[in-house]
Structures are given as structure tokens and as C-alpha cells.
């Protein structure tokens, strides 16, 4: 059988030591912790029993019974501070709501201006004039409402009537 090498041996074949030597510092080690002083455990207060309570059941209890957290920095609480927190949750929500909205407005017209671009390229005139009026509606009502900047709803009509006018003289 081929000699083993590198690891996997464990630590005696590794650190080259003799049998008899590491049975010796086994005993040694045992001799050690035998003469060492048993450390005392911090007495730990007595506990009141508990009584055990259903998860799902409600259990009353006297305020006097409660304790506050005494690693709660704050004891204090401003009113005006508060009530402003109040109001940044209550914006925050508005923000997320409309963010939603223009994403989905936003979503939307790209999927009619591609929908454009594919008719321009099946040579479908047609069907493009359709879609670049729908695009123009949706991208001028974007624009009105603050989606997207009225500069950019401009650009964006200007490029798609410039490839319709295009594809139309071909």
C-alpha cells in the first residue's frame, strides 16, 4: 500500500511524533487539568417558574409586572418628531405609489413605440400610421402628467415621425 502523504494522516504522522511520546503528553495534559482550580461559576439569580402558555391563547398581565428594556437609549420622545416620522412613512408610501405608476406608464410606451419600429420594418404603412398616432397620444399624455419630460416626448414623436416619413418614401 502507497504511504500517504500530505494531509489526512492527523497531526502524530504530520508532527513526525513516536507513539510512546504522544500516550506521554495525553497523561500530561490529564495531570494538568486535574491540578487546575475549578473555576466558579457566576451564581445565576433564581428564576420564578414559568408557567407554560399556549402560543394561541391571550395572557393578561399587570402593568406593574412589566419592566422597561434597560438598554433603551431613549426616554424621551418629542412629539413634533414623532408626528413628522409620521408623515415622511405617510409620503414615502405616496413616492412608491406613483414610482409604480410611471414605471408601468413608462413600460407601456416603449411597448408601443417597438410595436411602431416593427411595423416600419414589415413595410406595414398602415399599421405604422396607427402606431405612431397612438405613440404620439401616449407620449404628449406622459409628458402632460410628469412621467416623462415634455423635451423628451418631443424628441422621442420627432425621431418615430422621421423613420415613418422614411419607411412611407421607400
Not at 494522516?9 to 495531570?31: H, I, M, P, T
Not at 413634533?80 to 412608491?96: F, M, P, T, W, Y
Request: hydrophobic share 35%; net charge positive; glycine share 4%.
Amino acid at each position: 500500500m502507497a504511504v500517504k502523504r500530505g494531509l489526512g494522516r492527523g497531526l502524530n504522522d504530520l508532527l513526525s511524533v513516536s507513539e510512546d511520546e504522544a500516550k506521554q503528553a495525553k497523561k500530561d495534559a490529564k495531570a494538568v487539568s486535574k491540578k487546575a482550580p475549578a473555576v466558579k461559576e457566576k451564581e445565576k439569580p433564581v428564576e420564578k417558574p414559568k408557567k407554560e402558555v399556549d402560543e394561541s391563547s391571550e395572557v393578561m398581565v399587570k402593568v406593574t409586572d412589566i419592566e422597561p428594556n434597560p438598554n433603551q437609549p431613549r426616554t424621551n420622545f418629542n412629539e413634533d418628531a414623532l408626528n413628522e416620522l409620521a408623515e415622511s412613512i405617510k409620503r414615502i408610501g405616496v413616492i412608491e405609489k406613483k414610482t409604480a405608476i410611471n414605471r408601468r406608464v413608462k413600460n407601456s410606451l416603449k411597448g408601443i413605440i417597438k410595436g411602431f419600429e416593427r411595423a416600419v420594418a414589415a413595410g406595414d404603412i398602415d399599421t405604422a400610421k396607427e402606431k405612431l398616432a397612438l405613440a404620439e397620444k401616449k407620449l404628449m399624455k406622459a409628458a402632460a402628467k410628469g412621467t416623462i419630460h415634455k423635451n423628451a416626448a418631443s424628441r422621442k414623436v420627432s425621431r418615430l415621425t422621421k423613420a415613418f416619413n422614411k419607411a412611407k418614401a421607400e
